[in-house]
Every structure is written in C-alpha cells, then in structure tokens.
C-alpha cells in the first residue's frame, strides 16, 4: 500500500500527526474517519498524488499519532484541536493553503478546520456525513439503531473503553461490518492495520474520547458559528453513500446548504465506506472538482 509514499511525523500543536506524502503540486489533506486509520485512501492515495501532494493523516487519537489524556471538558479531542493539528501539519510542511478531502469523523474534523481556518481551505470533500449537530438533533430510532456506537462510544469511561480494549478485532468487526458492503470492501492487509492500530495504548481513549467531545464541546462550538451566522465560504462537495444510513435518515445535501454558501452533492453507488468500496466512481467525482 502507499507504494512511493513517505511515511512520517511531525509534532505540531502539542501532539504527534502522523502521516504518508506523496505526489507533487498543490496540497491535499485527507482525513480519514472511525474506527480506522489514514489507511483508508489506499485504494486512491496513488490517482490523487498525480495530481496533488498528498498528505494522509491519522487524526489525533487514532492510528500512530498521539493520543492525549481525556479532560473534563473533552477539549484534548474537540475538532478545532483536531482541525489545528491539520492546519499547523500543512504549515510544516510548507502549504499555507490546501484542499481537503475527509470521510466520517475526518470530515467532522474538516468542518471545523474550514469554519475557523477558512483562508487556509481552498476547496473541500466531505464524505457521507451531515453535520453534526444535525445529526444528533434529528437522531430517530433508526440512526439510533444503525449508529449504536455514537452513543455507546460517549458513556463515561472507562466502560466503553474496557469493553474495545477486550477485544479490538471483534469491535471492528461489530461497526465495519454492521455497515451495507459488510467486510468485503477491506482488504486483508488494511483491516490488519485497522486491528493493530486500534490495539495500540490509549487508542480506545482516543476512540471514545472524540465522540464524546463531539456530543458536548463540538456541539458549542457550532452553535455559537449558527447563531453568528457563519457558514463555510470556500467550495464544498458532499457526497455520501447511497445504500448508507446518512442519506436514509437525512437530507445531506439540505443540511449543508444551511450552513455553506458554495456546495454541491450527489449520493454514490456504494454505503459509508466510500473510498474502499467505490474508489473509482469516488475518484471520478473527486478529481475534477477538486482540480
């Protein structure tokens, strides 16, 4: 996997970001989501890097970068840290602008780096998500039942992260495969990673941790952006999976014309693992937008 990339990271904003590069021209972020790793985008890390510098991260808490302890106030986890960890990566490695392309928990992240860094943003993917506090204010028995791991996730430890630490695999196995492409979408050699990073120290934390900052103190922050008025202002494409939950339970493309002043979108053919079940279809929409 990542064949030609480097492998690295760099410590920024009180945290290790790790991360693969590759490729050449203007920067892309890519972001990855829950319960997995920046291995993700393997399957269209190579295509991206043709025409962009690449950098795929792990989100703080996951994968091979730090995993800060919790505070009370879940503030280690909230997305404007997690957004400035991006930010402040991109710096280092000399981009002051970029374009991002983020899936499920990465795309919260991508929000909220857009809402409070929007002159660093050129462009933006974000991949079948609504946002959050829509989502949680529209939740029904079916989400509920479909995205059990939202609620579970935010109970107070250390319950939950006990319960992922017995059994790492068995947890991935739970949530990945729960989903509409079951595990066929996965190959053997990233669900191996998924398993080792998800057993790594602190990972479970790290898990638990980003969902409840972001059923409390991600939830503040984006009120006080509604009730300012403030919306994302750069170019904004959402897509999502047409056989998932989020396009079942909610409008995505309605929910973000709310809050974003330039966006389009359209539903894929595949469930919520866009980039591992449909890369191609992904890339087709991707590329010409982003380019």
């Known amino acids: ?33 829950h319960p997995q790793t920046h291995v993700i985008w393997h399957k269209v890390a190579a295509q991206l890097a043709e025409h962009f510098t690449v950098v795929a991260a792990d989100l703080r808490g996951y994968g091979d970068s730090s995993k800060p302890e919790a505070d009370e106030a879940h503030a280690n986890y909230s997305k404007r840290e997690m957004g400035r960890d991006g930010v402040e990566l991109m710096r280092s490695l000399g981009f002051e602008t970029f374009s991002v392309l983020a899936h499920d928990r ?36 079916a989400f509920a039942r479909a995205y059990w791991h939202w609620f579970f996730l935010i109970r107070p430890a250390p319950l939950p992260e006990s319960l992922i630490e017995g059994n790492p695999e068995q947890y991935l196995r739970s949530v990945m495969g729960s989903r509409s492409a079951g595990l066929s979408p996965f190959t053997d050699e990233a669900f191996s990673e ?22 409390s103190i991600d939830l503040e922050h984006d009120r006080i952006d509604i009730d ?61 937008f982003l380019s």
């Open 1 to 33: 996997m990542f064949a030609g990339f480097q492998k690295d990271q760099r410590h920024v904003n009180g945290v290790d970001i790790a991360y693969r590069m590759g490729g050449s021209g203007p920067g892309l972020l890519l972001l990855h989501g």
């Open 106 to 141: 990465g795309a919260r992240v991508a929000h909220r780096l857009a809402l409070d860094h929007p002159q660093q943003v050129t462009r933006m993917v974000l991949l079948d998500i609504a946002p959050t506090l829509a989502m949680y204010s529209q939740t029904d028995e």
């Open 194 to 215: 998924y398993v080792r990073c998800l057993s790594l120290p602190g990972a479970a934390r790290g898990v638990c941790e980003d969902y409840r900052a972001a059923a």
């Open 228 to 288: 300012a008025g403030h919306h994302l202002p750069m170019p904004l494409m959402v897509l999502w999976g047409a056989q998932g939950i989020v396009g079942r339970c909610f409008d995505p493309l309605k929910e973000w014309q709310q809050i974003a002043s330039n966006v389009r979108g359209r539903a894929l053919s595949g469930g919520h693992y866009l980039a591992e079940e449909v890369p191609e279809e992904l890339l087709s929409h991707v590329l010409p």
